[in-house]
């Protein structure tokens, strides 16, 4: 089971403020994703990465970046962050590099709020 | 496109009873098939996945998948309150560079 940490857990900030939700996993898995949902929605991916300086986006747009610069971070920006950006955002990372045996372990989350 | 469909519910149940949750699945691609729990507010957490047709057991729970009509379903017996949550089903295809993809999920409500 992977152990994955996501910091904040809770943010509230003004519009235009920029941001970034840290995600950090001890089981050096080579892939790593970020998905957005709101209260009793769906989950969407957002981004996700399959190592080191990769990155791509998911099939939710979303004005979000990130980086992968470490194998065991993965964080997420948003330069200007705006009410319609207020969701909660979860960080997965997986264990097997290839196939379809390739289980997928959630973060606690961080729920974002922006007035 | 990708769809995993899921009623979304809500399912009710007695404690006690066995609670059936349904996904169907569009891309015939897709060979393994992944049932998450979530609780209100918090992540989803992996139950259990499945990738041949039959049935996989563990514990109270059991996956069952059927390729050919393109169906996986969950089955949890002797049902508890604890069970309440949303359960979500995921697919992906046999390919490391996939991605998973998730339904809507089924909430499901175990009354004492």
């Known amino acids: 089971e992977a152990d994955i940490y996501q910091t904040p857990r809770y943010l509230v900030i003004g519009t235009g403020k920029k941001i970034t939700l840290e995600c950090s996993q001890t089981?050096?898995?080579?892939?790593m994703y970020w998905y957005q949902q709101d209260p009793g929605m769906e989950l969407h991916l957002i981004h996700y990465s399959y190592g080191v300086n990769s990155t791509e986006k998911g099939d939710l747009s979303s004005e979000s970046t990130v980086s992968r610069i470490r194998t065991e971070h993965f964080p997420l920006t948003l330069e200007s962050a705006r009410p319609s950006h207020t969701s909660q955002y979860l960080c997965?990372?997986?264990?097997?590099?290839?196939?379809?045996?390739?289980?997928?372990?959630f973060g606690p989350g961080t729920r974002l709020l922006v007035l | 496109q990708k769809e995993v469909e899921q009623n979304s519910g809500p399912l009710s149940v007695p404690e006690g009873a066995i609670a059936s949750l349904n996904c169907t699945y569009s891309d015939r691609g897709s060979q393994s098939f992944f049932w998450y729990r979530q609780y209100s507010g918090k992540s989803p957490e992996l139950i259990m996945f499945i990738y041949s047709n039959g049935d996989k057991e563990d514990g109270r729970f059991t996956a069952q998948l059927n390729k050919a009509s393109q169906y996986v379903s969950l089955l949890i017996r002797d049902s508890q309150p604890s069970d309440s949550a949303t359960y979500l089903c995921?697919?992906?295809?046999?390919?490391?560079?996939?991605?998973?993809?998730f339904g809507k999920g089924t909430m499901l409500l175990v009354s004492p």
């Open positions: 089981m050096g898995h080579d892939k």
């Open positions: 995921a697919v992906k295809e046999n390919s490391g560079y996939s991605t998973l993809t």
């Open positions: 997965a990372s997986s264990e097997s590099p290839s196939g379809a045996l390739e289980t997928q372990y």
